[in-house]
């Protein structure tokens, strides 16, 4: 009978303390959340943002956009003007859009002018019918740079050792410069109309010296036959500065 009386109040006990338990975890869980606000994000993160970028922002992460060559957001290879990538500067050690070498491009810089010769110019003799007892030279540009047509060509008739003398009042205001392919004339007067000349003959040839800027001949000199075989000369023959016109020269 002792026994029986010690054990129920420990059954008793016992559940009591499980029901209160029960009641306790019920009511926890009731009084932890409000019915109507939202559960807290995870990690305690900010809500997802919503909308579309701002106009001008790069949709992509800094940095990876390609470039036509291939390389992350750098300019095109070095030399090129044009850059690819988001910030659109130019690559470096651009060589310019010209593409010329040196205008200037190119070196494509013109000659400069050097002294006629009969090395780089072709000398022709020809008669004209007026003004009479004339002869007109000629000197063609046959280089590839302009020359200069300095002075009077020295001439001399067949074997004559004087050179044939020239009309002072024919010089030009400024020196004559041909260009490739322009010519200079010269005109020759070879006997006074009047016929006061002494020593007249028949000539058949005539070497052509063309002079330097000193006045004295230049390199080289051109034997040419005379028109129709021979012309007659005497010692008023004379010879007019190089002129650019072909009428000037046989103005005198």
């Known amino acids: 009978m002792r026994v029986l009386t010690f054990r ?11 029901a209160a338990f029960a009641a306790f975890s019920l009511t926890a869980c009731d009084s932890g959340a409000d019915a109507g606000s939202p559960a807290p994000s995870p990690e305690g993160s900010l809500p997802a943002a919503t909308g579309t970028p701002d106009a001008g922002t ?7 956009e390609k470039s036509t060559d291939g390389a992350s957001g750098t300019g095109k290879g070095a030399g090129s003007s044009t850059a690819s990538g988001s ?3 130019k690559g470096s050690g651009g060589s310019g859009s010209t593409g010329g070498s040196g205008e200037s491009g190119g070196s494509g810089s013109a000659k400069a002018p050097v002294t006629c010769t009969t090395a780089n110019t072709k000398i022709r003799v020809t008669a004209v019918t007026r003004p009479i007892n004339h002869l007109l030279i ?10 200069f047509a300095y002075h009077a060509p020295l001439l001399r008739f067949d074997d004559e050792q004087a050179a ?3 009309m002072d009042g024919s010089k030009p205001q400024a020196v004559v410069t041909l260009e490739p392919g322009q010519a200079a004339y010269a005109g020759v007067m070879t006997a006074a109309a009047t016929g006061e000349g002494e020593g007249g003959r028949t000539a058949r040839k005539v070497t052509v010296t063309l002079a330097g800027r000193s006045g004295g001949a230049a390199s080289g000199a051109a034997t040419v036959s005379l028109p129709s075989g021979s012309v007659y000369v005497d010692s008023t023959h004379t010879v007019t500065y190089w002129q650019q016109e072909m009428d000037q020269a046989l103005a005198w």
């Open 87 to 89: 910030t659109g500067s």
């Open 8 to 18: 129920r109040p420990r059954v008793r006990a016992l559940a009591v303390a499980t």
């Open 164 to 166: 044939v003398a020239v």
């Open 58 to 64: 790069d949709a992509k992460p800094a940095g990876t």
């Open 138 to 147: 000629t000197a063609v540009n046959t280089g590839d740079a302009p020359c």
